[in-house]
């Protein structure tokens, strides 16, 4: 078996994770590497479903949070083996996200005494389709796992609470027109010409940017795709626009349905992709005592992440993490060692009996 | 050898050609079929140019006329063979252009002597990629064979004279942004959004009606194709919209080229397509003549045909020939047994000795 050594500092572990190739489906070595070392924990429940792995303390707390990450990563791009320099460590998954991954173990690991209950889980496939997501699977098969005051998915964040997210819903609009012979136009209706219209309504909008939890949302409304035509000599009889709405988490999804019905209010729509938003719920004790712990500061999250799974369970969740958010995907990914201790330093901090 | 009849009446003449298959590409037998049969006849000299076959009279007249028209047709489509009723001829070919040879052929045959000379062309490629066109290989090949006072193409044309033909121009306008995660889109600029300004300049377009010879072209802007679009959650960063203008044959490409610079001026443009139009020349006397023959009436040609060739050598040209154009091309093709009779009478009339 792969080993794995959790009494290293959360550079060498970081180190250690991103070597173990974890391509999304791929799996399977890393959960066994994380479950049999956190079995070898008299304080920490294990269990394992997939690859997907849960931990959790009985301490015997009021309160309980979830810190979560997945363990699987984008596939491949002549980024592994990890390499490390003075400041950061480079390699696949670096910063998306085994370097949160090592502070969540190093907590699980050294802290056999905190002062709220933890439920840890390690889960795959964040990085593929959404039926395969790991967090989502374990949601719907063991809920009252996921049962907790608070949630803190440790995604890259640049070590800096990003609260809730946006949700995001994609749409295609289509306008339709009759066929002819360009050389004989007006037997025919252009839908091309008819999508100016859309577009119209596109750079006229104005995208609202509504202050939640003292956070702005700023939303965002953009043609993605389009794609209409036959033949170099036919007037198109049809034109698809395919528009991404994201918005800001005050907004359920069938508002934002209906809200696109009103803005492309006499077009053809079609509903292709929605996820709900996530509200950043700070006003709940949990959320706030932690944002005060790790520093006081608290950003929008406008990209969707698996923290609105949280929300839709009700438990309010952030992303915190070491890395720059940015660079997740990217093959030169890598997270700055000065985080990666800064990130386990206020983790220990807040947990701390 | 594939026989051919030139002595039976042109409706069986038709049914002959279409009953040789001659997709573009394919048209040995037939060129072979119709120059066997020409150089029994005394009062022509023929020729051969791969599948093309050229036929001259030579009676000294001070007019000569070339009758032209292609022996190929679309891909097969369920439509052969040929199938008659009591007043169309259906099948392959049968509107685009066998009728049109027939009547030819017909005229070739059974005219030895005709009030002015004549030279033959039937040609191969007409319904592929231009550079196979036999037209355009003969005039390059052997432009002294092309010369005369006058053309017609026997191309479908509701055994109406249709004159001159419009010019076509496809040009890409193409509008660029800067990529962004659409969930951050204050970060990119959107270039299907900057393509919203294309579309309204074509849809505002009014395209003008120029009278010509008496003829009115109508033009036409219009686009064709249009695509965009990089990936579902990202701002695209190019949006390129085709368009096709369809213009009167009193501009030339270049004024049509210098006046799309104009209609989208400040935006990208690419030319990808052009050809020139034909003036109808219908002032010239033989070509008047011709028309006052068949009945005194002509329209104006808005597709592009062959007759752009006959222009761009100094010889006016019409498009003349039985069958509704409209469903050239089309599987259920058929030629009205009517227009067939018309048509070969209107030429016998007009070239009887």
Not at 41 to 55: K, P
Request: hydrophobic letters at 40%.
């Amino acid at each position: 078996m792969t080993s794995l050594d959790l009494t290293v500092d959360v550079f060498d572990l970081t180190e250690q994770l991103v070597n173990i190739e974890s391509v999304s489906g791929n799996e399977q070595v890393i959960a066994d590497a994380v479950e049999s070392q956190l079995r070898t924990l008299a304080h920490l429940e294990v269990s394992r479903y997939g690859n997907t792995v849960v931990a959790r303390t009985h301490h015997g707390h009021a309160e309980r949070v979830v810190i979560a990450g997945h363990i699987d990563t984008v596939p491949l791009n002549e980024n592994l083996p990890a390499r490390r320099d003075e400041k950061n460590l480079h390699g696949l998954g670096a910063c998306d996200m085994k370097g949160g991954v090592a502070v969540a173990l190093r907590v699980a690991a050294t802290m056999p005494v905190t002062n709220r209950d933890i439920t840890f889980v390690f889960y795959d496939c964040e990085e593929v389709e959404e039926y395969r997501n790991g967090l989502k699977l374990l949601g719907e098969s063991h809920p009252e796992l996921l049962e907790a005051d608070f949630a803190i998915l440790m995604e890259p964040s640049d070590a800096v609470v990003e609260a809730g997210c946006q949700g995001t819903l994609r749409v295609d609009v289509t306008t339709r027109g009759e066929r002819a012979h360009s050389a004989r136009s007006w037997n025919g209706v252009n839908a091309i010409h008819g999508a100016a219209a859309v577009l119209d309504r596109l750079t006229a909008y104005e995208p609202r940017r509504p202050v939640i939890d003292g956070l702005e949302y700023r939303e965002g409304l953009n043609a993605v795709f389009v794609s209409g035509g036959v033949a170099g000599n036919v007037l198109p009889d049809s034109c698809t626009v395919s528009v991404n709405y994201r918005f800001a988490p005050d907004r359920s999804e069938a508002e934002a349905v209906a809200h696109m019905r009103e803005v492309f209010d006499g077009f053809e729509i079609e509903v292709t992709d929605s996820a709900p938003g996530a509200m950043p719920g700070l006003g709940v004790p949990a959320a706030a005592a932690f944002v005060e712990a790790v520093g006081g500061t608290a950003n929008p999250k406008f990209g969707w992440t698996d923290v609105a799974r949280f929300s839709a369970l009700g438990i309010p969740a952030v992303n915190f993490g070491p890395g720059d958010p940015l660079l997740a995907h990217k093959q030169e990914e890598f997270v700055p060692l000065e985080q990666l201790a800064q990130v386990e330093e206020q983790m220990r901090r807040w947990l701390a009996g």
